[in-house]
């Protein structure tokens, strides 16, 4: 790492470096014993949680089982979940549920005496099973577990910290064979415009996806896998990076780039139809043909990696710039009481979704790979651990089944805090932490050329979009690799001679893991889940885990 100002330096128990789901659950549970720190890029509750509009899938109702729930996440996966995950993450979904209704979240009420929650249903379900609140369940997840972070003294909220690195043994000051672990971490504070050293015996990275690689997208704009790009450069093995899931239903507006239609629009009846023909505007229609039975037979309830690629391919095959989401084959007030989020914004827009249809497009939506770790949350470096989106734990496989991801972040965060917990004894005491190097501002300056940020920024995020997005090809590939290369060594070459910014800490983590999508997408000679390559549409009878180890270099 260039050598960067030091501000001040700050100890804590625990650092959370993430303030969505995943690093609060994590958070929330350790801090019965622990001073804990929880960093968050902008406002803390600013991630991508509170984006999250569906549910989160839980096994609750009598005529459903954990069995169906695992069955369905494996098909979605294309086999290359690992069974143990899921069934682990299943079988924890029910308790994780009753946590948040314990801290407030006010989840739909079922509607009849036997049911406790309203369950919708998503595409690759089986069963109803998607517990919710209205179509906004993440904002409301968010604010109950920000308002408890809030109200609890062990915890420390820092808004406004831009992760830098991971401070691990390379920081540290005169141990030539210092043992292999993580100290804490540096971040850019927005308010000082410094750098400060942040640590802790136990770091949690919490930091969600990279969809933000992508031109187009539904995530926030701080979806720049810092935490996977940070984690590769401490060392840690990252896989399974090629599985990048396109959400089908993004709404296509000249001025509104990230809202996305949730997947329960077409659990609950909305169909998928092209644009009117001459021949339907001429009869007064306001949309064409459905489309989903040429593709597969489950229509608009199959997963999301086929949905995307059937909208993709309508889309090329006629020149479209979007397809459209028909749901005014259902009752006005179905569509207004199930979602009201979508239908109040859709109406600001000028968008009457109970009578007209909503034109969508697929846009990049969650990273399906990510840092390596186990059941308990663990990463390949000691003192370490990961929950949540930045990491590959075997749940998602190929791709994510709706509604799983929450889920994820609530069963492994709590993981995580109990493993830092039964493991405390083994942590550093303060008085044996290694002194770990300041940064030095003398040998960098301040940036008089900004628009190479931007521009390279631009740049990235466009060849991945035309060359690593829903349909694959050895020659794009290859293009893309050889423009991330220089985008690398162009980016490296700034980063070391100036200031840092948080522009530029998020473009040199996108270059970081745009490298690692390319890679991992030109090892996989097959088309599994979400991976489609037009050179090898076929998928392999075994199903292998893409892995990537920063020990072994670059292909």
């Avoid at 190929?398 to 109990?418: H, K, P, T």
Wanted: net charge negative; hydrophobic share 40%.
């Amino acid at each position: 790492m260039a050598k960067r100002p030091a501000a001040e330096e700050r100890v804590f128990d625990v650092i959370v470096i993430g303030s969505g789901a995943a690093g609060l659950t994590a958070a929330l549970n350790l801090a019965g014993r622990f001073k804990v720190a929880v960093l968050a890029k902008g406002d803390v509750s600013a991630g991508s949680t509170a984006w999250a509009q569906g549910g989160i899938a839980a096994v609750l109702d009598a005529g459903d089982t954990i069995d169906s729930h695992v069955e369905d996440t494996m098909v979605a996966g294309a086999g290359l979940n690992h069974r143990a995950t899921v069934e682990f993450v299943a079988r924890g979904a029910s308790a994780a549920i009753d946590r948040l209704a314990d801290l407030g979240v006010p989840f739909n009420a079922g509607e009849t005496v036997s049911e406790r929650w309203h369950l919708t249903r998503e595409g690759g379900h089986s069963h109803r099973r998607i517990v919710h609140v209205d179509d906004a369940t993440g904002w409301a997840v968010q604010q109950a577990l920000t308002a408890a972070a809030v109200a609890n003294p062990n915890i420390s909220l820092l808004p406004g910290q831009v992760a830098i690195d991971l401070i691990t043994h390379r920081h540290t000051m005169g141990e030539r064979f210092a043992p292999r672990r993580c100290h804490g971490v540096y971040a850019y504070d927005t308010h000082s415009r410094h750098v400060a050293r942040l640590l802790a015996p136990a770091v949690v990275l919490a930091t969600g996806g990279a969809s933000r690689v992508y031109t187009y997208s539904t995530n926030p704009d701080g979806s720049t896998g810092d935490g996977i790009a940070m984690a590769w450069r401490a060392g840690c093995r990252v896989s399974n990076m090629e599985f990048n899931q396109f959400h089908p239903t993004c709404l296509f507006h000249p001025s509104v780039k990230n809202f996305l239609i949730t997947e329960a629009a077409r659990g609950e009846g909305g169909h998928l139809r092209l644009p009117p023909s001459a021949a339907d505007q001429a009869r007064g229609a306001l949309a064409g043909e459905r489309f989903m039975h040429r593709y597969d037979e489950r229509l608009e309830l199959a997963p999301r990696d086929v949905v995307a690629r059937a909208i993709d391919a309508e889309m090329k095959r006629l020149g479209l710039s979007h397809v459209l989401l028909d749901m005014s084959q259902l009752a006005p007030d179905f569509v207004r009481g199930h979602f009201p989020t979508i239908h109040a914004r859709l109406l600001e827009l000028g968008i009457d979704c109970t009578v007209q249809p909503i034109p969508v497009v697929p846009a990049a939506h969650y990273s399906c790979g990510g840092v390596m770790v186990d059941l308990a949350g663990r990463t390949d470096l000691d003192g370490l651990w990961a929950a949540g989106e930045v990491t590959q734990s075997g749940l998602h496989g190929a791709n994510r089944l709706a509604s799983n991801s929450i889920l994820e972040c609530l069963v492994f965060g709590q993981a995580v805090a109990d493993d830092i917990m039964a493991h405390w004894h083994d942590r550093d005491r303060p008085e044996t932490r290694p002194e770990i190097r300041a940064g030095d501002e003398s040998r960098v300056t301040d940036s008089d050329e900004e628009v190479v940020v931007t521009h390279n920024w631009d740049e990235l995020r466009r060849f991945m979009w035309d060359y690593v997005g829903i349909v694959r090809t050895d020659k794009r590939l290859e293009r893309a690799a050889h423009r991330v290369k220089l985008l690398r060594k162009e980016v490296a070459e700034y980063y070391g001679n100036f200031r840092v910014t948080p522009d530029l800490i998020e473009l040199r983590n996108l270059v970081t893991v745009a490298e690692l999508i390319v890679r991992s997408a030109r090892r996989r000679r097959e088309s599994r889940g979400l991976h489609y390559t037009t050179d090898y549409p076929r998928t392999l009878a075994e199903a292998v885990d893409t892995v990537l180890d920063p020990a072994l270099g670059r292909d």
